[in-house]
């Protein structure tokens, strides 16, 4: 049990060419491993399956955060190129027409309103990409809709910004219109991200917009599958938890337990809560959609395992050794090496028996990662 909070037990090899580059051609066709955790059966099938496993009376939680475009290319005041790479969704501030909104007082930095008349500002945290830091008080163009200025420097790498923009357009269709889809960093790009992606790294049933990385276990899901669940007498339930860039932050520490898990906001309804909850008291299985729903419910959940509705940010760090309160089975995707992701699997089914899972997929030529194929373990 000890060797479960060591990092370096979380390791293992994956060739290259496991890393799936591409999504299945349709999102359902992807390869579904089963593990039945207390009697270690494992099962080969594809993800349609899913539908055969789920039981009337269980209830699929899944997490509705929509991932948006996060990714701006811009040029600093200086000429330079930069990339602002959004941690954040922009929250918006009153119009600069109405109200003068400037930098908190930064000494040598200045005037943060933008030079258009009508325009508004939101702002944001970020990581900046550019030959040389900016200061703050710079700003970086984005184009002629949209700049914005450096305000206060964060440390390890991060920066609050002022995004400043043309008021009579929306900021959603900006983003939409001149970002990009952020993708992980184990998915090659020769130019960033691509039509493909915007439709195919994002959920069907995604519509709050916050992310910068996909709940990749819910990518596996159509329209005409789900609709299959629903016939089956299988409810369905929404959380949000928008992902963070701290996802894909490596763990630093040796000892796990000291590692300190990144904050992400999450919202669980009245209603949802209480769906939730009287499935749990109907004997029904309570069937989380990737590890962000994990960490989702099991935050807002009481010791008797009864979810409470909830506004804000959850910083529940699940490792070997956790007592889950809420959830009975998960589908989820393959994680990388030493990811607090691969702890959380590791804290429900076993870290030596999930490793050996790995290796198994690995030889059977499962595909791994965000475009990959899926787990689903189950009690």
């Known amino acids: 049990m000890q060797q479960d909070f060591t990092l370096t ?30 009697v270690d059966k494992r099962e080969h099938r594809t993800f349609t399956d899913i539908v ?11 997490n509705d955060t929509k991932v948006f475009p996060a990714r701006l290319l811009g040029q600093k005041d200086t000429g330079g190129k930069a990339e602002v790479f959004l941690l954040s969704y922009p929250l918006l501030l009153e119009d600069t027409e109405k109200s003068a909104v400037t930098a908190p007082a930064i000494p040598g ?51 609050s910004i002022a995004l400043h923009y043309d008021r009579q357009k929306e900021l959603t269709e900006i983003l939409k219109d001149h970002g990009q889809i952020p993708l992980p960093p184990y998915i090659a790009r020769t130019n960033g991200s691509t039509a493909e992606d915007s439709n195919r790294y994002q959920t069907v049933y995604a519509d709050q917009p916050g992310a910068v990385a996909a709940p990749t276990a819910g990518l596996h899901f159509s329209e005409t599958l789900l609709e299959k669940i629903r016939e089956k007498g299988v409810s369905i339930a929404r959380i949000t938890l928008h992902v963070g860039y701290g996802t894909f932050a490596p763990v630093r520490t040796e000892a796990i337990r000291d590692h300190t898990i990144h904050q992400e906001y999450v919202h669980i309804s009245k209603e949802n809560a209480e769906e939730i909850n009287r499935a749990r008291q109907g004997g029904g299985k309570i069937w989380a959609v990737g590890t962000t729903t994990v960490r989702a419910l099991e935050f807002a959940g009481n010791q008797e395992g009864q979810v409470q509705p909830t506004d804000g940010w959850c910083d529940l760090y699940i490792v070997p050794g956790y007592r889950f309160k809420v959830i009975d089975n998960l589908i989820t995707n393959f994680h990388l090496p030493q990811s607090s992701l691969l702890f959380l699997v590791s804290a429900l089914c ?27 373990i189950m009690k």
Do not use: W
């Open 350 to 376: 076993g870290r030596e028996r999930l490793l050996d899972c790995y290796q198994e997929a690995i030889t059977r030529g499962y595909r791994f990662y965000s475009y990959g194929d899926a787990m689903a």
């Open 9 to 38: 037990a979380y390791d293992y090899p994956l060739p290259p060419e496991n890393i799936a580059q591409h999504p299945a051609d349709k999102r359902e066709d992807s390869r579904l491993f089963v593990l039945h955790r207390q």
């Open 109 to 159: 930095s200045r005037d943060i309103r933008p030079s258009l008349t009508a325009s508004a500002t939101a702002v944001a945290t970020a990581l900046i990409k550019s030959s040389k830091r900016p200061r703050p008080g710079s700003t970086i163009t984005i184009n002629d809709d949209l700049s914005c200025t450096i305000l206060e420097q964060l440390g390890e790498g991060r920066v």
């Open 52 to 62: 055969d496993l789920l039981q009337p009376g269980d209830l699929l939680v899944i």
